[in-house]
C-alpha cells in the first residue's frame, strides 16, 4: 500500500470513529478536557501503528483496536495521577442529553435517575466500567469488546453480566435525590 | 434484552440513555492536525541541524533515526489536509495553504535526511 492510500485510509478511520473514541474517552475519564487530550494521544498513536494494524487486521474492523489504544492510555493516565476522575460526569451534559426528548415535568425526575445510574457506573471497577462504556455508548458487541479488552469472548460476556449486576445493587441501595427526604 | 432488577429499575435502558454518544468538539480535529504539524516540524528541524561530521560516530546514529520516524507524521498532515483541499475544492478555492506548504517542506525534509545517509 502506498503512502497515498494509507493516508487516505488514516482518514477515513478518523473520520469514523472519531465520536467513538470521544464518548469512549469522556464516559471514561469524566471531563472534556481529558476526554480531548485522551483522543488526541490515542490517534496519534493510532498513527503511528496504524501500517501495521492494518497489515495484521485481516479486513478485520479496527475501532476495537483504536478502543484498546485508548484503554490503555486511560490507565496510562490514571496511573500517573495516582487518582480517579476529578470529576463527576458534567451535569450538564446530562440535562443536553435528556431536553431532546423529554418534556419539562419529567425532566427533574429523569435527570436525577441518569445521575444516579452515572454515579454508580464510576464506583465500579474500571474494567467493568469500560465494558460498560463500549457496551451502552459506543454500541460495540461481545466479540468487539473482548478485542478492545483483550479478553476471550466468554470472560467478556461474563464481565458486562456482573457488571449490570453490581450496578443493579448499587442502584438499588441508593435513593434519588428526591425521596432523600 | 433488557430486563429489571428486583427494585423495579430497569438498568440497561437506563444506561442506554445515560450514555449517550458524546459529539466531540469542533476544535478536536484542528488541534489533531497542528499537533501532527509540530510533531513533523520538529522531525524537520532535527534532520536539518543534522551534522553530518557526527554521523562518523555510530553512537550519534540513534537520535536521526528517531527523527526520520518521527517525520513520518508529515503523511498524515497530508492526509488530514487532503480534507481541507476537498473542502476548499468544493468552494472552487484553489492553491496551497501556508500548511501544506509546511508539510510538504518537512517532508522533503525527512527525504533530504535519507538522501544524505545513504549518498555517503
Same mark, same amino acid.
Given at each position: 500500500?502506498?503512502?497515498?492510500?494509507?493516508?487516505?485510509?488514516?482518514?477515513?478511520?478518523?473520520?469514523a470513529?472519531?465520536?467513538?473514541?470521544?464518548?469512549?474517552?469522556?464516559?471514561?475519564?469524566?471531563?472534556?478536557?481529558?476526554?480531548? $487530550?485522551?483522543?488526541?494521544? &490515542?490517534? !496519534?498513536? /493510532?498513527?503511528?501503528?496504524? @501500517?501495521?494494524?492494518?497489515? +495484521?487486521? *485481516?479486513?478485520?474492523?479496527?475501532?476495537?483496536?483504536?478502543?484498546?489504544?485508548?484503554?490503555?492510555?486511560?490507565?496510562?493516565?490514571?496511573r500517573?495521577?495516582?487518582?480517579?476522575?476529578?470529576?463527576?460526569?458534567? $451535569?450538564?451534559?446530562?440535562? &443536553?442529553? !435528556?431536553? /431532546?426528548?423529554?418534556?419539562? @415535568?419529567?425532566?427533574?425526575? +429523569?435527570? *436525577?435517575?441518569?445521575?444516579r445510574?452515572?454515579?454508580?457506573?464510576?464506583?465500579?471497577?474500571?474494567?467493568?466500567?469500560?465494558?460498560?462504556?463500549?457496551?451502552?455508548?459506543?454500541?460495540?458487541?461481545?466479540?468487539?469488546?473482548?478485542?478492545?479488552?483483550?479478553?476471550?469472548d466468554?470472560?467478556?460476556?461474563?464481565?458486562?453480566?456482573?457488571?449490570?449486576?453490581?450496578?443493579?445493587?448499587?442502584?438499588?441501595?441508593?435513593?434519588?435525590?428526591?425521596?432523600?427526604? | 434484552?433488557?430486563?429489571?432488577?428486583?427494585?423495579?429499575?430497569?438498568?440497561?435502558?437506563?444506561?442506554?440513555?445515560?450514555?449517550?454518544?458524546?459529539?466531540?468538539?469542533?476544535?478536536?480535529?484542528?488541534?489533531?492536525?497542528?499537533?501532527?504539524?509540530?510533531?513533523?516540524?520538529?522531525?524537520?528541524?532535527?534532520?536539518?541541524?543534522?551534522?553530518?561530521?557526527?554521523?562518523?560516530?555510530?553512537?550519534?546514529?540513534?537520535?536521526?533515526?528517531v527523527?526520520?520516524?518521527?517525520?513520518?507524521?508529515?503523511?498524515?498532515?497530508?492526509?488530514?489536509?487532503?480534507?481541507?483541499?476537498?473542502?476548499?475544492?468544493?468552494?472552487?478555492?484553489?492553491?496551497?495553504?501556508?500548511?501544506?506548504?509546511?508539510?510538504?517542506?518537512?517532508?522533503?525534509?525527512?527525504?533530504?535526511?535519507?538522501?544524505r545517509?545513504?549518498?555517503?
Open positions: 500500500m502506498d503512502k497515498a492510500e494509507l493516508d487516505e485510509r488514516f482518514s477515513e478511520l478518523y473520520r470513529h472519531l465520536r467513538d473514541v470521544y464518548s469512549f474517552a469522556y464516559y471514561r475519564v469524566g471531563n472534556h478536557h481529558d476526554a480531548e $487530550d485522551l483522543t488526541e494521544q &490515542t490517534f !496519534l498513536q /493510532a498513527y503511528r501503528h496504524f @501500517e501495521r494494524a492494518l497489515n +495484521e487486521s *485481516d479486513g478485520r474492523p479496527l475501532r476495537p483496536w483504536l478502543i484498546r489504544i485508548a484503554h490503555n492510555l486511560a490507565a496510562n493516565l490514571f500517573d495521577r495516582s487518582r480517579r476522575p476529578q470529576t463527576s460526569i458534567d $451535569d450538564d451534559d446530562t440535562t &443536553t442529553v !435528556l431536553r /431532546a426528548s423529554h418534556t419539562t @415535568e419529567d425532566l427533574v425526575e +429523569e435527570r *436525577d435517575e441518569l445521575r445510574i452515572l454515579d454508580a457506573v464510576e464506583d465500579l471497577p474500571d474494567d467493568r466500567r469500560e465494558a460498560l462504556i463500549m457496551r451502552f455508548a459506543l454500541d460495540m458487541d461481545n466479540r468487539e469488546i473482548a478485542r478492545a479488552m483483550g479478553r476471550s466468554g470472560a467478556t460476556k461474563v464481565l458486562i453480566h456482573r457488571a449490570i449486576k453490581q450496578l443493579e445493587g448499587i442502584v438499588a441501595t441508593t435513593p434519588t435525590r428526591g425521596k432523600r427526604s | 434484552m433488557s430486563r429489571e432488577a428486583d427494585s423495579g429499575i430497569d438498568v440497561e435502558a437506563l444506561l442506554r440513555r445515560a450514555m449517550a454518544p458524546i459529539e466531540p468538539p469542533e476544535r478536536l480535529g484542528t488541534r489533531f492536525q497542528e499537533t501532527l504539524q509540530t510533531l513533523t516540524e520538529m522531525a524537520a528541524d532535527e534532520l536539518e541541524s543534522w551534522e553530518l561530521a557526527a554521523m562518523g560516530d555510530p553512537r550519534n546514529w540513534v537520535r536521526p533515526a527523527a526520520v520516524a518521527v517525520g513520518g507524521a508529515a503523511t498524515t498532515g497530508l492526509a488530514l489536509l487532503r480534507w481541507r483541499q476537498i473542502s476548499r475544492q468544493r468552494r472552487g478555492v484553489t492553491g496551497a495553504t501556508p500548511l501544506d506548504r509546511a508539510a510538504e517542506d518537512a517532508a522533503r525534509a525527512v527525504r533530504r535526511g535519507f538522501d545517509v545513504y549518498r555517503r
